[in-house]
């Protein structure tokens, strides 16, 4: 199937949407407030597959290809925009800039998420290695400014090409999760550091972790793991009935990495297999989530025992907190995520 075979596929199915400044380079000399002209003030810009930008109010629903709008909370016009595409049956994927605020990007997603859309987070480097979003979407733009439709078209299918992509989408699965321990990390190192030079200090710090903490915090952490790894809320393992908090929602392309392994043909699929098998090994589950050892394993123990400390203060132990290396099981887990993820490469 040629380019523009899937061209033809990809504009009666999807729309991008691109959050951003535009204040962000396009080429090595030009930024995007330089390309939109006489549209720079608008806060909502299209550009359409005959190759130009327009404002919003001259835009026919089936001919947009591109929305870009401002790095700011969305507007009533965008959402109605949205559902106009949404009522055509088409799919909205929206890249969101990492480095956006959170209460500005919250509002962002939960727009997108009401318009049954999907939802990618970039930087705004102009490399196609380290930030592919905004390696095609400045390359769209630049096209759609010279009115080149051709380059438009190819960019704009390579662009949804990285966007639908097994390895972009492990990326972000990876991201999430390697986030969801990070303050744990953060924290454990910070208290092994103090503890080695304060002890009485590093009781105060243990609490200082502890306080505000919501109950089961740390076991969540692992319900959730085996969310994004098996898109499952079925992890029994954990005798004190945590859920998730995630939902597929939650999963990019609502895909965990099992529904990715699935995808893939036979033989990258069982090599692929073979290290999720390894990597639930680490965090001591089974695929078919049952523990077969009497043995409790000890992250699960360790993790129960953090949740111990913050529902009573009597059970604080600096011993308890840093007798398990967790740093060296953290950096383990991203290795063995980054295995995962050579094989999709």
């Known amino acids: 199937m040629s380019e523009y075979e899937h061209l033809e596929e990809y504009i009666n199915k999807y729309v991008i949407l691109i959050f951003t400044d535009y204040g962000y380079p396009v080429t090595q000399g030009k930024l995007l407030f330089e390309l939109l002209g006489g549209l720079r003030e608008k806060e909502l810009v299209i550009i359409t597959k ?5 404002e919003v109010d001259k835009a026919d629903v089936n001919e947009i290809f ?23 049956g088409k799919i909205i994927l929206a890249c969101i800039h990492n480095a956006t605020p959170e209460v500005i990007k919250d509002k962002q997603k939960e727009l997108i998420f009401k318009v049954n859309g999907m939802v990618k987070e970039y930087i705004h480097e102009l490399n196609e290695v380290q930030s592919p979003e905004w390696f095609y979407f400045s390359k769209i733009c630049i096209a759609a400014s010279k009115g080149e439709k051709d380059d438009l078209k190819r960019n704009f299918v390579k662009l949804i090409k990285w966007l639908l992509s097994p390895i972009k989408i492990f990326s972000l699965i990876k991201h ?5 321990f990070l303050d744990l990390d953060i924290d454990w190192q910070g208290l092994k550091e103090i503890n080695e030079k304060d002890k009485e200090n590093a009781k105060k710090y243990l609490n200082v972790i502890l306080e505000k903490k919501s109950e089961n915090y740390y076991c969540q952490k692992l319900v959730n793991l085996w969310f994004y790894l098996t898109g499952k809320n079925d992890l029994n393992i954990i005798d004190n009935n945590v859920t998730t908090s995630l939902s ?6 609502e895909k965990s990495i ?18 999720l098998q390894t990597l639930l090994k680490h965090v001591e589950l089974e695929i078919e989530n049952k523990n077969k050892s009497e043995k409790v394993p000890y992250i699960i123990d360790y993790l129960k025992n953090l949740d111990k400390m913050i529902k009573d203060e009597k059970e604080r132990d600096i011993n308890k907190f840093l007798n398990f290396n967790f740093h060296e099981w953290y950096l383990k887990l991203g290795d063995l995520l980054e295995e995962l993820k050579s094989f999709l490469e």
């Open 50 to 54: 005959q190759g130009n930008f327009i």
């Open 66 to 88: 591109t929305i870009i709008y401002k790095e700011k909370i969305p507007s009533k016009q965008l959402e109605e925009m949205l559902k106009q595409i949404d009522k055509v």
């Open 176 to 180: 999430r999760i390697m986030t969801s």
């Open 248 to 253: 597929k929602k939650d999963l990019p392309y």
């Open 258 to 275: 099992l529904d990715l392994i699935n995808e893939l043909t036979n033989e990258i699929k069982e090599n692929l297999e073979k290290k």
